[in-house]
Structures are given as C-alpha cells and as structure tokens.
C-alpha cells in the first residue's frame, strides 16, 4: 500500500464512503491485475516490434471505466492512476474525463439537447474518436478539453496535454458503447474499439437515485452557494423541494441515461465492481 489515508481522503468523491480497508482489499489487488495486463500486452507489443523491427514508441495500455451518473467511477479512476503510478516500474499514467468531449452549452442549446446532457448525443464523438485514435498511434502533446463541473460547461481556455502516457485511464459515461448498441451502423468507429481493459461500476438503480440525491444536498449547501455555479438558482431551496428537484433530475434525465445508454454495455466489460447501500464494493465479477 503506497497510499495514505490523508491520500485517500482527497481521493473519495463527496458523500462516498472509500476507506483506507477498501482501497487495499479492493484497489490494490486490481491494480496489481492491470499491472499484470500492462505487462503481458507491452510484452506482446515487443515481441511484435522485434519482428517488424519497429522502434516507434509502444501504443498506451488503455483502461476505460463507465457507469452511471453518481456511482463512483471518477474516484475508482482517480485510485487506479495513484496506485498505478507508484508501482515500481514507475509507469506514466494519465487520466482523462470524457466530460471534456462534451458539447458546449450553447450548442446543446441550440440542438435543443440540454435535457439529454451525458446522452452519446450530447458528446463530440469524432473528436473523442480522433484523441484515442492519435492517442493509440503514439502522438505526443495532445490536446484534451477540460470540463468544468461548476460553471456545468466544457472550459474554452483551457486544455489538459496528454504526452505519451504508459498508461490512460479513460472515465466516462459510455465509453463501453460499441457497434451492438447501432446495428444500423455497423461500420462506425467506438472508443471501446481502443480499450484494453473496461471496468464497469455498478450499483442497483434505486441505490444509485439514494446517491444523487445525497450528493445533490451536499452540493446545495456548498458549490450551489457560489454565484458562479450553473446551479445556483438552488442554493435557496428548502430540503424538501431540494430533493423533489434532485429526484426529478434523476428520474427524468440519468436514470433514463442509465437504462438506454449505459446499463446495456455492463455486460461486456472486463470487471464489473459491483457495490451495496454504503458505498463500497461488495462483489467482484472478472471476465475470463
């Protein structure tokens, strides 16, 4: 264990539960399974520049993680890449949000697509498909948009740079979607076609709306206060209405999300981290 629990702590999501027990009878052991991934794809990826005789800089390993709005995927992100970069061979590992991909507002408005806002709809999809796509080739300085949870938009002045990482860690919404989700496009290009290994984050969908609720009057009481929050308009309202509000959001926009776009590709990821009512992982499914 190279974490601490100070360490931990700026790790978890508001309202989550994530203990130092945890990240090591959970966390630790999966990331010592991608570790052993990494290992046996980059000694595949030898064997096979040898024969070439190819000297170019090997593609990065690649780990998606999806699941719904509330469940946790960004601190499981945000775990792997602290465990992954301290393991001793001292790999590079990035992390990127597809949140970034989004559209901006003013062009969700326009297409009158603000109530379908983390619909695959709603995302720039070719240029996610371009950033993996220059990502597996090798390209150094790439450039990945930020997105700002607190003004609810991407950030038109600034930019996160990818350089050539050892490893992605790649957080996002759908990024297990493939061509079974659009038979009638059988030819289009996914980013799950450039992962190495997805891990879906799972929890019951009743659970999950306990979540966002939670999470929403943590955020009413804090981040809402702020002027320059998109949500700000809620900051004043009473407990009551703040959870009527909270639900409806969650009725009539994730949970909808939830069971047309994401729930459907959790059976085809590499792991499933499935957790129970206080937040943490309480099963593990692994592909064979």
């Known amino acids: 264990m190279t974490l601490t629990p100070d360490e931990i702590r700026t790790l978890k999501g508001i309202n989550e539960a994530l203990s130092l027990e945890e990240v090591r009878e959970i966390y630790l052991p999966l990331a010592r399974l991608l570790n052993l991934y990494v290992d046996a794809n980059q000694h595949r990826s030898a064997t096979l520049d040898r024969f070439l005789g ?3 800089r090997r593609p990065p390993f690649v780990i998606g993680i999806a699941g719904s709005v509330a469940v946790g995927k960004s601190t499981t992100a945000r775990v792997l890449q602290a465990l992954l970069n301290r393991w001793p061979q001292q790999r ?8 970034g991909f989004l559209y901006p507002n003013a062009t969700l408005e326009a297409r009158d697509l603000m109530s379908r806002k983390g619909f695959p709809v709603s995302f720039d999809i070719n240029r996610l498909i371009e950033f993996v796509s220059e990502l597996k080739a090798g390209r150094p300085q790439l450039e990945v948009p930020l997105y700002s949870h607190l003004v609810y938009d991407v950030l038109q002045d600034r930019s996160q740079i990818v ?5 992605l860690v790649l957080e996002g919404l759908n990024v297990l979607q493939s061509g079974m989700d659009y038979p009638q496009n059988t030819h289009h290009v996914f980013v799950s076609d450039f992962i190495d290994f997805s891990i879906y ?5 009743e659970q999950l ?10 955020l009413r009481d804090s981040v809402f206060s702020d002027p320059n929050s ?6 004043d309202l009473s407990d009551d209405e703040a959870v009527a509000t909270a639900d409806r959001i969650w009725r009539e926009i ?9 729930l459907p590709t959790r059976e085809r990821a590499s792991l499933i981290l499935s957790k129970g009512p206080e937040h943490a992982v309480d099963s593990i499914s692994l592909r064979k």
């Open 54 to 56: 190819n000297r170019d």
């Open 92 to 99: 590079n590992v990035a992390l990127v949000t597809t949140d």
């Open 163 to 167: 350089d050539q990482p050892d490893i």
């Open 201 to 205: 984050v799972d929890a019951p969908i």
């Open 209 to 218: 709306n306990q979540w966002f609720i939670r999470r929403f009057m943590t």
């Open 230 to 235: 998109y949500f700000h308009k809620y900051a």
């Open 254 to 262: 994730n949970e909808v999300n939830l069971r047309q776009n994401i």
